[in-house]
Each structure stands twice: as structure tokens, then as C-alpha cells.
């Protein structure tokens, strides 16, 4: 099955400043790669999400880029702002989207 | 939120004792998950559903089971409750276009 890693689990970065989350997969046949914000208590929620045929998607302070050929997508947040503080995760699947897989998360803090 | 809906929302129960947690959805979507998340493991799939009646295994099945006898309900039993299966379990729908939608959650404690 799909094996996805996600790097760093911890993140601390100064208000205004860039951050950037990383994960890799590991089955070629997925094609569809989302992100989860999930604040405490909450439940993630889907914040971006890019398919196989794109390399870059934007959207406002949030971007993800996809890099088909080594596998691994990013996660970029510009202008960092304390309430971007929380756990981000990133998940592959394949296009029938039978199973998601998970990275084990990433708790970004942005220091006021 | 997409319209997920998860009872209870909150569980106390003994190890041993039968338990059986609801998630309801009101977009028709044909996928439905039970996710389980515990510190340091993120989310991990115990089991989902791909129409009425129509399940499979996640990667954390053992000692759970599921039912989903309406496209709008996915029930997940906990048989006989141990105390490894205290976690915050998620419901998730997914439609035609991939993206996933999570409940607000079941916080279950198994003393």
C-alpha cells in the first residue's frame, strides 16, 4: 500500500515569515494529494488539495506544489500569521479515492 | 462544514463492554471512513465504506467492525472495548471529485 512521510513534525517560524511542510509517497498511481489544517479539538479541515496533471496551485497565503517525478509535495504558507498556528497534515490517494493515507502531521507555531 | 454529523460526541465506557458509534451525513456521498487519531500516529483508516452495504478494511481493523445499512449512516462497533481503543475517531464522506470531509469527532475513553 501507500506509505506517506511528512517532515518536520514540529515547526516554529516568526510571524511573517514563510513556512514549508514537506511529504513523500511512495505508490506512483496516486494522483490526488490534499492538505488538513486541524486546529485543538477540531477536526482537520481541508485547506488545499493539488492533482497529478498540476504542478502548483495557489491560493491566497497558501500554496502546494507537486513534484510527480521524486514523489514529494510541498506545503508552502507565506506571511505567517498566529492563527495559522495548528497541525497540518498532508494525504495521497489514488483516483477511485478508495483510501486516503495519512503523514503522521506537522504542529506549526507562529510566534507572535 | 459539509453536512457530517457524528453521535455520541463524547464516551466513557469500561474494557469489555459493547460500543457502537454513529456517523450521519446529509450530502449523499457514496464514500464514508472511520478514522482513528492518536498522538504521533495522525489519522489512520480503520475502516470504510464505498456504498450500502459495501465495506473493507483499514490499516487498524483488528477489534473493530462496521455497518452501513443507508448510504446516509456508517456505523463503526467496538465488540468488547479495550483500553488500546481509547482515541478520537473521526467519520469522513468523500464524493465523486476526491475530497474529503471529516465529522467533528468522537472522543471515546475505555476505562
Known amino acids: 500500500g501507500e506509505n506517506v512521510e511528512q517532515h518536520p513534525s514540529t515547526l516554529s517560524v516568526q510571524e511573517g515569515d514563510s513556512a514549508v511542510i514537506k511529504c513523500t509517497y511512495s505508490?506512483?498511481?496516486?494522483?490526488?494529494f490534499p492538505w488538513y489544517k486541524q486546529e485543538l479539538g477540531k477536526r482537520p479541515q481541508l485547506i488545499i488539495d493539488i492533482r497529478s496533471n498540476v504542478g502548483e496551485k495557489k491560493d491566497q497565503r497558501i500554496a502546494v506544489t507537486l513534484n510527480k517525478t521524486a514523489k514529494h509535495f510541498s506545503l508552502h504558507i507565506t506571511e505567517t500569521q498566529p492563527e495559522d498556528s495548528a497541525v497540518y497534515f498532508c494525504a495521497a490517494t489514488t483516483n477511485t479515492g478508495n483510501q486516503f493515507y495519512f503523514g503522521t502531521g506537522t504542529s506549526l507555531t507562529v510566534i507572535p | 462544514d459539509a453536512g457530517i454529523t457524528q453521535s455520541p460526541r463524547h464516551k466513557v465506557t469500561e474494557t469489555g463492554t459493547p460500543v457502537t458509534l454513529r456517523c450521519h451525513q446529509t450530502e449523499n456521498h457514496r464514500y464514508m471512513y472511520w478514522y482513528r487519531q492518536d498522538p504521533g500516529h495522525g489519522l489512520r483508516l480503520i475502516h470504510y465504506s464505498y456504498g450500502v452495504k459495501d465495506t473493507d478494511k483499514g490499516e487498524v481493523s483488528d477489534g473493530y467492525s462496521v455497518s452501513r445499512s443507508k448510504t446516509e449512516d456508517f456505523l463503526l462497533t467496538l465488540e468488547s472495548a479495550t483500553s488500546s481503543q481509547t482515541s478520537v475517531y473521526f467519520c469522513a464522506i468523500s464524493g465523486q471529485g476526491n475530497e474529503q470531509y471529516f465529522g467533528p469527532g468522537t472522543r471515546l475513553t475505555v476505562t
Open positions: 505508490d506512483s498511481a496516486s494522483n490526488y
